[in-house]
């Protein structure tokens, strides 16, 4: 059975950092494309990051560009979601994901049904 499983998460003042985990259990992530994902209260699910198989490309939406970092360990089966200078806005349930077989560039990896598989997602609060 393959699971997603996203740690991390939690309550932060705004200009705090927080570093978010996504562990794979039942498959090996090296040939996926990885993506994390929010959704806030009464809001549809959100793209965040994406990371290629190797690593070496990054995408990111442009509210978290320069303060978000997505990274993945290959070895350990795990993406990373660091997030710096945190905002209230920032304030979601932050979703790990994983795609099989990807062919586009990274930008088009930006919409939720891309996805093969989803972590239960980790709640990241950021109070003001």
């Known amino acids: 059975q393959v699971q997603l499983v996203e740690s991390g998460g939690g309550l932060v003042q705004a200009g705090g950092s927080l570093s978010l985990s996504c562990a794979a259990a039942?498959?090996?992530?090296?040939?996926?494309?990885l993506g994390w994902f929010r959704q806030a209260p009464g809001k549809e699910r959100a793209f965040v990051a994406v990371?290629?198989?190797?690593?070496?490309?990054?995408y990111y939406t442009d509210s978290v560009k320069g303060r978000f970092t997505i990274s993945r360990d290959n070895a350990k089966n795990t993406v990373y979601l660091q997030m710096n200078s945190l905002k209230p806005e920032d304030t979601a349930v932050y979703y790990c994901a994983a795609r099989a077989r990807p062919w586009s560039p990274l930008a088009s990896y930006t919409n939720a049904p891309s996805y093969n598989y989803w972590g239960q997602g980790t709640q990241v609060t950021v109070s003001s």
């Open positions: 990371i290629d198989w190797r690593g070496s490309n990054t």
């Open positions: 039942g498959l090996s992530l090296n040939t996926y494309l």
